[in-house]
């Protein structure tokens, strides 16, 4: 029997992680020490506390039923939460939970758009950005991101009617890939922006826990007209690594929540209770860890970007998140090409920037999941292999 499958599905190719995963095996198995730094999955455990809140309520068997919604406790966890961390008030209908936030991603714009409504997405930006909308057969038009402008978006720069039909923005600070972030300045701009050409804004906060330099992260919500015009994702994949949970929250505009809420009722029947009540625990507990991870993140962020410096690979130390955003030595042109050169030489794989828009190429990102230690062994192994030679 032909299987004839949509054209939708046929536009996913197996990409450049497929590729380097295949190649890292066949090296492993060569006896070739690998470094891998290509995929953003904490490297820590999860909080104790955190877990044994999972490990009661999976004893219980009533939490085996479907969830259908969120626990009160939940919820008040979340509100609880915001108000602590962020200075925001959040009423219950203005809070549910998603199964992470690629999921809710990839879903928002089934909520918003109709086949052919503009979707504005950074470039460089994380590919479920631009895939979730696309799904739904809405277009998406990308925005760049330049160094010269802190990887910020010029809200000027993008054309009147483009902003005039513009349907959501999604918006990621601090961002992955580039690990820029944005200031005050930038989002009541934003909020200005949003309200002038009523653009809903979706605000990706996934690693507002991650900053550097003794900054501290915000939300979008903390701003003055914030919940007029979108709303935000916070995960508890990155700052409680409950990563493998999936748990993350859509918070904000009441009217965006409640539509998106029923939604998601057509596609699934809750978050498993177990999961939730651990969600709880993270939320409601010792924020202790996660600061201190960032400390960790941060060291090994500055060893890395100083070690590769140090041998002649000139990288900007990152102002936040769980990567570094790394230019192409001199010499080389190609992202993918380089990655899988470096990779056979020295062990050490990162991500071509290309995967993440255009505008990344030129540009490669390390994810920060080894201890420093490890960190300086691949700058060392990097030296080794002689690579950057090609810049003398």
Known sequence: MKITFSEKVNTFEAGIFAVLNERKEALEKQGKKIYNLSVGTPDFETPEHIRKAVEKAARDPKNYRYALVDIPPLVEAVQGFYRRRFGVEL?????????????????????????????????????????????????????????????????????????????????????????????DAFYRELIAFAKKYE???????????????????????????????????????KSFDYTGARMSFCVGNREIVQKFKALRTQIDYGVFLPVQYGAVAALTGSFASVENQCRIYEERSRALCAGLRSIGWHVEDSQGTMFVWAPLPQGFENSEDFCLELMERSGVICVPGSSFGSLGEGYVRFALVLPREQLLEAVEAVRASQILKKTE
């Open 199 to 237: 653009i809903v804004i979706l605000h990706d906060n996934a690693y507002s826990d991650i900053i550097f330099d003794g900054k501290r992260g915000g939300s979008f919500l903390s701003y003055e007209g914030a919940k007029e015009v979108g709303v935000e994702f916070y995960s508890l994949s």
């Open 91 to 183: 009423k219950p209908e203005e809070i549910m939970s998603i199964n992470g936030s690629q999921e809710g991603m990839a879903h928002f714009a089934w909520a918003l758009c109709n086949p052919g409504d503009v979707v504005l997405v950074p470039n460089p930006g994380y590919p479920i950005f631009k895939i979730g909308p696309m799904l739904c057969e809405a277009k998406t038009v990308e925005y760049p991101l330049y160094e010269k402008n802190g990887f910020l978006p010029v809200f000027s720069d993008i054309p009147e009617d483009t902003a005039r039909a513009a349907k959501f923005m999604v918006v990621n600070y601090p961002a992955n890939p580039v690990c820029a972030v944005a200031d």
